[in-house]
């Protein structure tokens, strides 16, 4: 095995910070707060386990683009043309409830940021609207730059608070508090919704391809497989650390306090602050604030970009005249998605818990399917020996097939049953 260098490692570090951008959005701030709030400690294992078994289909993302130049959804089309449009249906079906969820949280933190009162979904319009603004000229450079820079503020910001919270409060619930039951039929679907986004769709697979091989041809680099493993790596074991601290945050701030986690954007703001600030003290006020804008700005923004540039790809492989149309296609698409992300968020902003809980069950429920489709393209005969998987990594994606399919079947069994 040939040794990384440092200068390998920094020309090859990115994609995988830009993932971690994109993981540590609702799933953390929203979902894990949330579930630490609600249950404790209770659901930790859930949060464990879901990184733990889904770490090899993410993995896969940057190992198959390393291993063949090309992003994943050419690989599905090439696998199997089935597989490619299983992928489309599943991306088109739930981009704008994923775009919508992380953009509403987005626009909801902006008044305490600015002081300016404004509906939500208003907000909401200017968060999206200034991304696109940022995004229009298509460089992948701006967003690797940018992503970096608000990801080491997230950073800094979400470590204040965690000393704060371990030295001021103290895991202690009100006396008398009776601890909420986990296999319950609202505790199974919020442990599906809690599981589906965590620490990110298995779509993001395909996304991270995408960055992979963009990335290679900014820097004219084709790094190692140890490089593109260690810039994995860096994202996704920080993702769920954070996830842990979110969980850690929302259990000893808001569990046991009697309070009920808001169902609209705009209630869910003022309560993720006031009780930081109320268990904290007012100076807490700015940090939270500022970590919390941080942490979802980031996700919008890189999910503002995604979804196009997902979607210019599969046109490219539908229709290969396309491809010299690459970066008007993706204007064309930025605006357009943005613009049905804004509806659906026009239509049910105010169902904001809703919205939330939709999108992040959709992708869990999608979670095998894609799961299966990535274990299959990355043993495909083009793949060379030194890229395919250990033994180990192999076996860890035939059990996390396994627990994904579970957990999908316990979720329709008590959907139904119920």
């Keep these: 095995m040939v040794v990384s260098t440092l200068e390998g490692i920094k020309k090859t570090i990115g994609p995988g910070i830009i993932m971690a951008a994109a993981a540590i959005g609702v799933s953390h701030l929203v979902q894990s707060t949330r579930a630490g ?14 990184n733990i078994f889904k ?4 993995e896969f993302g940057p190992r198959y683009a390393l291993a063949t130049g090309m992003n994943m959804i050419q ?32 626009g909801s933190l902006v008044t305490h940021l600015t002081g300016i009162e404004l509906p939500v979904v208003w907000w909401s319009a200017i968060v999206l609207l200034f991304c696109v603004l940022l995004l229009i000229r298509n460089q992948y450079s701006f967003l690797d730059i940018a992503i970096k820079a608000l990801m080491l503020i997230f950073a800094v910001t979400t470590v204040i608070a965690m000393i704060a919270a371990f030295t001021v409060t103290g895991y202690q619930p009100d006396p008398g508090f009776i601890a909420p039951e986990v296999w319950t039929v609202s505790g ?3 442990l599906i919704a809690l599981m589906g986004w965590m620490p990110i769709p298995i779509d993001a697979a395909a996304w991270h391809s995408i960055w992979t091989v963009e990335k290679m041809k900014q820097t004219g680099y084709k790094p190692k497989l140890g490089e593109v493993q260690f810039d994995f790596n860096i994202g996704y074991i920080g993702a769920a650390i954070i996830a842990l601290c979110f969980l850690t945050l929302g259990a000893f701030i808001m569990y046991g306090s009697g309070q009920e986690y808001a ?21 807490s006020a700015i940090i939270i604030v500022i970590c919390a804008f941080t942490t979802m700005f ?5 999910v503002t970009d995604t979804y196009p540039r997902v979607l210019t790809h599969i046109l490219n492989v ?42 992040t069950t959709l992708s869990f ?13 990355i043993h495909q005969p083009e793949i060379a020996g030194e890229y395919r998987p250990k033994p180990w990594l192999y076996w860890l994606s035939i059990f996390g097939i396994i627990f994904l399919s579970i957990f999908a079947l316990i979720y329709i069994y008590w959907m139904i049953r119920f």
């Design 37 to 50: 709030a609600e249950f404790g400690f209770a659901l930790a294992w859930a949060v464990i386990l879901a």
């Design 55 to 58: 770490y090899p289909f993410l």
């Design 75 to 106: 690989g599905y089309a090439k696998m199997n043309r089935s597989a490619f449009w299983i992928f489309v249906i599943f991306t088109i079906s739930t981009m704008f409830a994923i775009h919508a969820a992380v953009t509403v949280v987005t």
């Design 188 to 190: 199974v679907a919020f």
């Design 263 to 283: 169902s609209n954007a705009a209630a869910f703001s003022n309560q993720f602050v006031n009780l930081y600030t109320l268990t904290l003290g007012e100076w």
């Design 298 to 302: 980031s996700t919008t923004l890189t």
């Design 318 to 359: 539908i229709k290969p005249d396309t491809l010299s149309k690459h970066k008007q296609i993706y204007r064309y698409l930025l605006v357009g998605v943005s613009a049905g992300s804004f509806l659906v968020l026009y239509l049910l902003g105010d169902h904001f818990r809703f919205l939330i809980d939709l999108a």
């Design 365 to 377: 429920l999608t979670a095998p399917v894609l799961a299966f489709m990535n274990h299959k393209l």
